[in-house]
């Protein structure tokens, strides 16, 4: 079992940024990859940005260029650095971590953003 813990979440205003964090332990496999996923109140969990095991990256539309996800292996922490945030990007948002090899999946409690001027 692999524990994700988000931090960093907040109030933040309009154009503002906030840098999300996510520290992961147990026990980690070999090879997986890493998500940032949000959540508004009835609404469907949906993907925010992606690293893959080689260290691509990937992003849902609405946040390319302004979002970045970045891994620090040895660290075992994932981030996103939200810049320009708009009122739509408020939401919880929740780090997983997925096994390749059996996808198994992990995910932390969430921490929850608020943009709001």
């Known amino acids: 079992q692999v524990q994700l813990e988000e931090s960093g979440g907040g109030l933040v205003r309009p154009g503002g940024s906030l840098r999300l964090s996510c520290t992961f332990s147990?026990?980690?496999?070999?090879?997986?990859?890493m998500e940032w996923y949000r959540q508004v109140p009835g609404k469907e969990r949906e993907m925010v940005a992606q690293v893959t095991p080689v260290g691509g990256s990937n992003y849902r539309d609405s946040v390319k260029g302004r979002f970045t996800i970045s891994r620090d292996v040895v660290g075992h922490t994932l981030t996103l650095q939200m810049n320009n945030v708009k009122p739509e990007d408020a939401a919880v948002y929740y780090c997983?971590?997925?096994?390749?090899?059996?996808?198994?999946?992990?995910w932390g409690q969430g921490t929850q953003v608020t943009v709001s001027s």
């Open positions: 147990g026990a980690i496999p070999s090879i997986y990859f």
């Open positions: 997983k971590l997925t096994n390749v090899r059996t996808r198994d999946e992990n």
